[in-house]
C-alpha cells in the first residue's frame, strides 16, 4: 500500500501540469470545487425513476428489436409471430381436445378456448420469469459497456412477451370465433387484465433478474418451477372442479385459486369465452387480487431490484 | 475557473505553454484499487461433487479467486486532453476505463468525474439479426440519445461509416457485413454522440487505412468539443496521433504520466521496439 502510494506519487511530479491555484488540492477537494461526482453510485429511488423515464424508448425498442431478431433467420420470417402460438393451440387441439375428448363438465366448444387461453396467458408470465432471470446474467456485455438503469432490461424483456402475447391473441380471438364465442361487450376487459398482469409480470421479471445476477444457477431451476406452479393453477383443467371432486380442503381450494397465475388466467376467460365459463367460476374478490398481486409484486420488485443497482454486472 | 479569468480581465493573463490550458478537472482518480472477484476459478477440481462437497461444507470462498486489477492509481485528467493508456496486455487498462465509466467498483479509493463518463462499446447493445438501420437507432437509444437526437444524426452516422459507398447495405441484417464494416458502424454509431468524458477501447485498429484516418479526425473533433478522451491501444502511432498525454500502466500501478513522447520514448525503450 505504502509503496504503492509514492510510485503514483512520483509519476505525479514527472506531469507537466500547469501551476495554478489548485496545487495544494487534496483530490477530494478539488472534486468538490469542480462540482464533479463519484462514478458509479447508486441514486435514489425517484431519480431512478427519472432516468428510467428518460430511457423509456430504449425499452421499447429493445424488446422490439429482440423480438425481431427472434425469427429473423427464417424463411417466413415473422409470420412465425402467429404461426408458433397457432401450432402450439393445435397440437392441444388434437391431444385434448380430440384425443382426450374434453375434460370434466365441460364441451369441447368450452374447453378448447379455455386451455388455449390458460396456456398463453401463463406462458406470457412463464416467459417473462425466464427472460428476467437471464436480463441481467445473459447481458452482461451491455451492463459492462454502457451505462442505463439496469431494471430498462428486465422491463424491457417483459414488454417483449407482452408483445409475443398480443400475436397470441390474434390466434385466440380466431379460435373463440370458431366455436362459436362472439365478440362482446366483456371483450374490453382483457385490457385491464393484460395491464395488471404486465405489471405483476415486470415485478416477478424484476425480482428474477436480481436474483438470476447473483445466482446464476437458478436458470436451471427455474423451468421446474414454473411447471409445478403451471399445474397448481388450473391451466389445462379446472382446478376447483378437480379439487373439490377429490375432497381438498376448502382452503387450499382457495389459496391455488387465488394465485396470481390463476386469477389472471380465470378473469382473461371470463372476459373472453362468452357460454361455459361464468361468474360463479371465479374466485371472489377476482378484482381486488388482480390490482394487488400487481401493486405488489411491481413496487417489491421495482424497489428489491433498485437496491442492488450499483452491483450489477461486477465481480 | 472561467469567474477567475472573467475578474482578473484588465490584467492580461501569462498563456500557458500547453495547447488548450487544461485547467478545469474532469475526470480525478484517487488512490484506486479495483479487485475482480473470480468464481470458479480456483485450481481445484471442477467437477459435480467437488462442487457438491463445496455447497455442502458451505465455503464458497473456496472457489473464489481474487485478481488485484488496478493498485492505486492517482491521477487527474483536464477537459480537452487526450490521454492515451499503454502497457503490456493484462496491465489493467481496460479495467480502469471501465471503472472511470463507473461500470466497476472500486475496492479502495473513489473516482469522480464530470458528467456520465462513456465507454466507447456501444457493440454490445447492437443485434446482428437486425439491419444496420434498425442497429443505429437501436445502438443511439442505447447510449441515451433521444429519438429526435437519433433522427437528426442518423444520416451523419451512416455516411461517416462509409457503409453505404458499395451499394445500400445499411438495409441489410449486420450478420452480412464484413468484420471491417461491422466495426466501422460500430465506431460510427458510438462515435455520434457528443460525450463529455469519452473512452476508446482499441477501436482504432478496426477498419482500413482510409476509415482509420476519419476516426482519428472525430476523435480530435469529440476533443475539440470540451471533452476528455481516453484512448487505449497499442499501436503506438495512433496513441501518437491523437494523444497529448499518456498514462502508463504495469501490473495495475501507474509507472508514468507525462507528454506523449516522453512516455512511448521510455515504454518503447522497456519493451524493446
Known amino acids: 500500500m505504502s509503496t504503492v502510494s ?44 427519472r432516468q428510467l423515464w428518460d430511457r423509456r424508448h430504449f425499452i421499447a425498442a429493445f424488446s422490439s428489436a429482440k423480438l425481431t431478431a427472434q425469427y429473423s433467420q427464417a424463411k417466413l420470417g415473422q409470420v412465425w409471430q402467429v404461426a408458433t402460438p397457432l401450432l402450439n ?112 409480470n415486470t415485478g416477478l421479471a424484476l425480482v428474477m433478474a436480481r436474483a438470476g ?103 | 475557473m472561467a469567474e477567475q479569468q472573467n475578474d482578473t480581465g484588465a490584467q492580461p493573463q501569462p498563456q500557458p505553454q500547453a495547447p488548450a490550458a487544461p485547467v478545469t478537472p474532469t475526470v480525478i482518480a484517487d488512490d484506486l484499487h479495483i479487485v475482480y472477484r473470480v468464481y470458479g476459478g480456483s485450481s481445484g477440481k471442477g467437477s459435480a461433487t467437488a462442487a457438491l462437497n463445496r455447497i455442502i461444507r458451505r465455503k464458497p470462498g473456496g472457489s473464489v479467486r481474487e485478481v ?85 444524426r442518423y444520416q451523419g452516422i451512416v455516411d461517416f461509416s462509409g457503409i453505404n459507398e458499395k451499394g445500400d447495405f445499411i438495409s441489410l441484417p449486420m450478420r452480412t457485413y464484413s468484420s471491417g464494416m461491422a466495426a466501422r458502424l460500430r465506431f460510427s454509431i458510438a462515435a455520434a454522440k457528443d460525450h463529455d468524458v469519452l473512452m476508446i477501447d482499441e477501436a482504432l485498429a478496426t477498419g482500413d487505412r482510409k476509415f482509420q484516418k476519419r476516426s482519428e479526425a472525430r476523435i480530435r473533433e469529440l476533443r475539440k468539443e470540451a471533452g476528455t478522451v481516453f484512448l487505449v491501444s497499442h499501436n503506438n502511432k495512433s496513441i501518437r496521433d491523437t494523444c497529448d498525454r499518456v498514462l502508463w500502466l504495469e501490473k495495475g500501478e501507474l509507472l508514468m504520466d507525462g507528454p506523449t513522447d516522453e512516455v512511448i520514448k521510455a515504454y518503447e525503450k522497456e519493451s524493446g521496439k
Open chain 2, 68 to 152: 488485484h486489477a488496478v493498485r492505486g492509481v492517482t491521477f487527474t485528467a483536464y477537459r480537452g486532453e487526450a490521454i492515451g493508456l499503454i502497457g503490456s496486455n493484462g496491465s489493467g487498462k481496460s479495467t480502469l476505463l471501465r471503472a472511470i465509466a463507473g461500470l466497476l467498483p472500486a475496492e479502495r479509493g473513489k473516482v469522480y468525474t464530470d458528467g456520465q463518463p462513456s465507454l466507447l462499446g456501444v457493440n454490445a447493445a447492437l443485434m446482428n439479426d437486425l439491419t444496420g438501420e434498425k442497429n443505429v437507432v437501436l445502438g443511439g437509444l442505447a447510449m441515451g440519445m433521444s429519438r429526435d437526437q437519433v433522427r437528426e
Open chain 1, 213 to 315: 445476477a447473483k445466482t446464476p444457477d437458478l436458470a436451471q431451476l427455474l423451468p421446474f418451477i414454473m411447471r409445478t406452479w403451471m399445474y397448481a393453477s388450473g391451466v389445462m383443467y379446472n382446478l376447483t372442479e378437480q379439487l373439490r371432486g377429490k375432497h381438498a380442503p376448502e382452503w387450499l381450494i382457495n389459496t391455488l385459486a387465488s394465485n396470481p397465475a390463476s386469477v389472471y388466467i380465470d378473469l382473461m376467460r371470463f372476459s373472453l369465452i362468452n357460454h361455459g365459463f361464468n361468474k360463479a367460476d371465479l374466485p371472489p374478490h377476482v378484482w381486488a387480487l388482480a390490482l394487488g398481486w400487481a401493486v405488489v409484486a411491481g413496487a417489491l420488485g421495482f424497489v428489491y431490484f433498485w437496491k442492488a443497482e450499483e452491483r450489477y454486472g461486477r465481480g
Open chain 1, 89 to 200: 393451440a393445435l397440437v392441444y387441439f388434437f391431444i385434448f381436445g380430440l384425443l382426450m375428448g374434453g375434460r370434466g363438465s365441460m364441451k369441447n366448444d368450452v374447453y378448447i378456448p379455455f386451455l388455449v387461453t390458460g396456456v398463453f396467458v401463463f406462458t406470457f408470465t412463464q416467459s417473462s420469469a425466464m427472460a428476467g432471470v437471464r436480463a441481467i446474467a445473459g447481458n452482461l456485455g451491455l451492463v459492462r459497456a454502457l451505462h442505463f438503469p439496469r431494471a430498462s432490461l428486465p422491463i424491457s424483456f417483459a414488454l417483449q412477451q407482452l408483445q409475443q402475447l398480443l400475436f397470441s391473441m390474434i390466434v385466440l380471438f380466431l379460435i373463440l370465433v370458431g366455436f362459436g364465442h362472439y365478440p362482446s361487450w366483456s371483450w374490453l376487459l382483457i385490457f385491464p387484465t393484460l395491464a395488471l398482469q404486465y405489471v405483476f
Open chain 1, 6 to 49: 509514492e510510485t503514483t506519487h512520483d509519476s505525479a511530479v514527472a506531469m507537466s501540469a500547469p501551476p495554478s491555484p489548485d496545487d495544494g488540492l487534496t483530490p477530494a477537494q478539488l472534486a468538490h470545487k469542480y462540482g464533479l461526482s463519484q462514478s458509479g453510485a447508486r441514486p435514489g429511488l425517484f431519480e431512478y425513476v
